[in-house]
């Protein structure tokens, strides 16, 4: 099949199956004798694997990981757990991030009149705010 219909069945762009060609997360297609990629059902269950887990957020250096174990059988279980509890730490530092980040900005913006005046505790903390990682 063409690239375009490996794009249809994985959920995928073409734009994103050629990419992950060009870093090399996915073997090259065979071509056609006028050039043009060909997939088979294989490509398509890689393709699939690399699309659920980008959903998932997981990292390319991740997935590549998780690629050559799936398609391993001399696998461990515990590799494959150890990257998902890697990733799975990093979610969660992001999600304390973005609660920290949150609560600031309520913070702000409850600080905030909100008027006609031109006083704004956002811009005022915005422009003070010189220690803070940015």
């Not at 219909?5 to 994985?10: D, P, Q, V, Y």
């Not at 996915?26 to 056609?32: F, T, V």
């Not at 590549?64 to 969660?92: G, M, N, T, Y």
């Not at 006609?116 to 903390?125: D, N």
Request: charged share 25%.
């Amino acid at each position: 099949m063409n690239i375009g219909e490996a794009a249809k069945l994985s959920g995928l762009s073409a734009k994103m199956i050629r990419h992950y060609e060009q870093i090399k997360l996915l073997k090259p297609a065979k071509r056609s004798a006028a050039g043009y990629r060909q997939y088979d059902g294989h490509n398509i269950d890689v393709l699939k694997f690399i699309r659920q887990a980008r959903v998932l957020g997981f990292s390319i250096a991740q997935i590549d990981a998780l690629l050559c174990l799936w398609q391993d059988p001399e696998r461990s279980s515990r590799a494959v757990k150890q990257v998902a509890q890697q990733h799975l730490q990093e979610v969660e530092h992001k999600m304390r991030e973005l609660a920290a980040m949150q609560a600031t900005l309520q913070q702000m913006i409850n600080a905030c009149p909100g008027d006609e005046g031109p006083a704004c505790a956002i811009l005022e903390q915005l422009s003070t705010a010189t220690d803070r990682k940015g």
